[in-house]
């Protein structure tokens, strides 16, 4: 049997920074409003637009979610096979490989020049680099560190797809002033094949027989739920025989819709405020950078504090808080407060970032880290789920002129979330063995 170590090797932290490199990249899902609002007039949907960004076509709020909408469900289901490559192949050919697509992706939105672009480009072809670079960083970082460090080492690898925001909005909304939509599309994409193919090559798993080092024994049994999580590494064809498995993926659902619903419309939600502060009407990427702060602080944040207090704890306090925020945007808006605005959308960014964080350190914990990346991908069909909001809410948006209704519906969702998690206990292998011998 393998010494366990005291100290985690250098090769753990490269492969954790390395991926947050390569989240980096793939987040531009995140400034997604930011073309949104280049795209979208409603009364002139249709129309070929002029000067710089001629050839182009004016969308509704509807159609300009659709891509959007599409790439989340595309990154959802191709992270079960991108689990399957990290595990069997390498999570280095698997981040290379979602970059490389991500980028092509970019380039083929930005000189196609229509919604069909949109589609192939930024739905299609970037939800499949997504969901394959995706699966690669996180379980590869997480199988070198045990179960006391599982929550914060998440957060930081995913801490860079929400962090992306924070660069993705300015830089974006630089591009297409200077260059046009096309401009920024062809130029952001070229830039991430750049990053992504050097930090993939950066990613390691752990070799044969590794044991990571243990956390305190106190610390272990304060968080009580995780301290034996490793004792057995579920397969995928066990896991589907228990009903946490499908409890996760709901409250992955729960936990996605309200972030998603935010992030696709952060940058009119700002417009909406902010129509008698020019500066914040001229500068309304600067919610979509500061959500990428949040966003990318909710998921250290919440990860660190859930190795602490335990996940449930965690993730029942973020969306308890978030649910008040949902209820309270309709009032923000119409007051015009840029500074309320700013905290409630920013505990919605917190709230959905921790989710992010918290779900792979929940499948860990319940099915062990061995095949992490694969039973990973399957839970996370429910993030991609969540997306029926983003879609939900610009229909609403088109049909009332508001997205009232949706923020509503958004929080009363995200308490039915808070029950659940209450309720759904860690699966004891002991007990699942004898359940399935007797129905054998």
Same mark, same amino acid.
């Given at each position: 049997?393998?010494?366990?170590?005291?100290? /985690?090797?250098?090769?753990?932290?490269?492969?954790? #920074?390395?991926?947050?490199?390569?989240?980096?990249?793939?987040? +531009?899902?995140?400034?997604?409003?930011?073309?949104?609002?280049?795209?979208?007039?409603?009364?002139?949907?249709?129309? +070929?637009?002029?000067?710089?960004?001629?050839?182009?076509?004016?969308?509704?709020?509807?159609?300009?979610?659709?891509?959007?909408?599409?790439?989340?469900?595309?990154?959802?289901?191709?992270?079960?096979?991108?689990?399957?490559?990290? @595990?069997?192949?390498?999570?280095?050919?698997?981040?290379?490989?979602?970059?490389?697509?991500?980028?092509?992706?970019?380039?083929?939105?930005?000189?196609?020049?229509?919604?069909?672009?949109?589609?192939?480009?930024?739905?299609?072809?970037?939800?499949?680099?997504?969901?394959?670079? $995706?699966?690669?960083?996180?379980?590869?970082?997480?199988?070198?560190?045990?179960?006391?460090?599982?929550?914060?080492?998440?957060?930081?690898?995913? %801490?860079?797809? %929400?962090?992306?925001?924070?660069?993705?909005?300015?830089?974006?909304?630089?591009?297409?002033?200077?260059?046009?939509?096309?401009?920024?599309?062809? =130029?952001?994409?070229?830039?991430?094949?750049?990053?992504? *193919?050097?930090?993939?090559?950066?990613?390691?798993?752990?070799?044969?027989?590794?044991?990571?080092?243990? =956390?305190?024994?106190?610390?272990?049994? !304060?968080?009580?739920?995780?301290?034996?999580?490793?004792?057995?590494?579920?397969?995928?064809? @066990?896991?589907? !025989?228990?009903?946490?498995?499908?409890?996760?993926? *709901?409250?992955?659902?729960?936990?996605?819709?309200?972030?998603?619903?935010? +992030?696709?419309?952060?940058?009119?939600?700002?417009?909406?405020?902010?129509?008698?502060?020019?500066?914040?009407?001229?500068?309304?990427?600067?919610?979509? &950078?500061?959500?990428?702060l949040v966003n990318? &602080?909710?998921?250290?944040?919440?990860?660190?504090?859930? @190795? !602490?207090?335990?996940?449930?704890?965690?993730?029942?306090?973020?969306?308890? +808080?978030?649910?008040?925020?949902?209820?309270?945007?309709?009032?923000?808006?119409?007051?015009?407060?840029?500074?309320?605005?700013?905290?409630?959308?920013?505990?919605? $960014?917190?709230? $959905?970032? %921790?989710?992010?964080s918290l779900m792979?350190?929940?499948?860990?914990?319940? $099915?062990?880290?061995?095949?992490?990346?694969?039973?990973?991908?399957?839970?996370?069909?429910?993030?991609?789920?969540? #997306?029926?909001?983003?879609?939900?809410?610009?229909?609403? /948006? @088109?049909?009332?002129?508001?997205?009232?209704?949706?923020?509503?519906? &958004?929080? *009363?969702?995200?308490?039915?979330?808070?029950?659940?998690?209450?309720?759904?206990?860690?699966?004891?292998?002991?007990k699942f063995q004898?359940?399935?011998?007797?129905?054998?």
């Amino acid at each position: 049997m393998a010494e366990q170590l005291t100290k /985690e090797p250098a090769q753990a932290w490269i492969t954790t #920074f390395s991926g947050t490199a390569i989240n980096l990249c793939l987040g +531009i899902l995140y400034a997604w409003s930011i073309w949104k609002t280049a795209l979208v007039n409603t009364d002139r949907a249709g129309q +070929i637009m002029s000067g710089m960004n001629e050839g182009w076509v004016y969308l509704n709020n509807a159609q300009a979610s659709t891509p959007f909408s599409l790439c989340v469900i595309i990154f959802a289901l191709l992270m079960i096979p991108g689990g399957r490559i990290q @595990d069997r192949i390498s999570p280095k050919f698997g981040a290379t490989l979602g970059g490389l697509c991500l980028a092509a992706g970019c380039i083929i939105a930005g000189l196609m020049k229509s919604y069909t672009g949109l589609i192939i480009g930024f739905g299609i072809l970037g939800g499949i680099g997504m969901g394959i670079g $995706y699966a690669a960083p996180t379980p590869a970082a997480l199988k070198w560190f045990g179960p006391h460090r599982r929550g914060l080492i998440a957060g930081l690898v995913v %801490g860079g797809y %929400g962090g992306a925001a924070l660069y993705i909005g300015a830089l974006g909304q630089l591009l297409i002033d200077k260059y046009g939509i096309t401009g920024s599309f062809v =130029g952001l994409g070229v830039f991430f094949a750049i990053v992504v *193919v050097i930090a993939g090559q950066m990613l390691k798993i752990p070799p044969p027989g590794y044991v990571p080092p243990a =956390g305190p024994q106190a610390k272990a049994l !304060k968080v009580g739920e995780v301290s034996k999580s490793t004792a057995h590494n579920w397969e995928a064809g @066990d896991i589907f !025989k228990t009903w946490q498995f499908y409890a996760l993926v *709901v409250m992955f659902i729960l936990t996605t819709q309200s972030g998603l619903l935010i +992030i696709a419309n952060a940058n009119g939600l700002m417009l909406s405020a902010a129509k008698e502060l020019p500066f914040f009407m001229a500068n309304a990427w600067i919610l979509v &950078s500061y959500g990428g702060l949040v966003n990318a &602080s909710g998921r250290v944040g919440t990860g660190w504090y859930s @190795d !602490k207090i335990g996940r449930v704890n965690a993730y029942s306090i973020n969306c308890g +808080i978030s649910a008040l925020c949902m209820f309270m945007l309709p009032y923000v808006i119409t007051s015009k407060s840029i500074f309320l605005l700013f905290i409630v959308v920013g505990i919605g $960014y917190w709230q $959905y970032g %921790g989710g992010l964080s918290l779900m792979p350190a929940f499948t860990g914990d319940f $099915y062990g880290p061995k095949n992490l990346g694969f039973n990973y991908g399957l839970v996370f069909i429910g993030w991609g789920l969540g #997306f029926f909001m983003a879609r939900l809410g610009g229909t609403i /948006e @088109d049909i009332t002129g508001s997205l009232d209704y949706a923020f509503y519906i &958004s929080g *009363v969702l995200l308490i039915l979330a808070v029950i659940l998690a209450r309720v759904t206990k860690r699966p004891q292998w002991s007990k699942f063995q004898g359940l399935a011998g007797s129905e054998a």
